[in-house]
């Protein structure tokens, strides 16, 4: 396991696994949304953001976490991994919602981006119904066969999950 791609629905514990992994495999970590973003919530122009990921995915070694669908090819074709945290729409609500009460909103330099908005809450709410089929679609056509594919329903699993990757690389 050298090159770990991460996705799933916002609030879905992507960038504490990406954290947490990247400890784990002592491999540089990248927070899509903190690459994305600005201070003040400006986004990259899309054609540097692709650029900057061909260049991450490209170095030895890397945990990348975030969806960013127009660019997720690019992440699958270069992993050795894909983890799909594939919790419930449940779940990553409330992810979204705890994480605003433990972090406050903005941009705290270690992965952490909040910014919930009734569009953030929309996109968590119908995530499994209307993003997910279009993820597994391209985990499918760019990484199965050639990546291992892990899916983590839940924090209880993904924690266990985290336990066995650390026990085999310690």
Avoid at 3 to 32: E, F, M, N, Q, W
Avoid at 37 to 48: I, Q, V
Avoid at 67 to 79: F, K
Wanted: aromatic share 8%.
């Amino acid at each position: 396991m050298e090159k770990v791609a991460i996705v799933g629905c916002g609030g879905s514990g992507k960038s504490y696994l990406a954290r947490t992994l990247g400890k784990i495999l002592d491999a540089p970590v990248t927070h899509l949304d903190a690459a994305f973003y600005d201070d003040e919530w400006t986004p990259l122009p899309t054609e540097k953001f692709t650029e900057l990921q061909r260049e991450l995915v490209e170095q030895p070694r890397w945990v990348i976490d975030g969806n960013y669908n127009s660019t997720l090819q690019t992440r699958l074709e270069a992993c050795d991994t894909v983890v799909l945290m594939d919790v419930s729409t449940i779940s990553a609500l409330y992810g979204i919602f705890s994480r605003q009460l433990r972090h406050g909103a903005g941009h705290k330099g270690n992965g952490v981006h909040n910014r919930i908005h009734w569009g953030v809450i929309q996109y968590v709410a119908t995530y499994r119904r209307k993003m997910r089929p279009r993820v597994m679609a391209k985990i499918d056509q760019f990484a199965s066969g050639r990546a291992d594919v892990v899916l983590l329903a839940n924090r209880r699993q993904t924690r266990r999950w985290l336990h066995q990757v650390a026990a085999e690389h310690s």
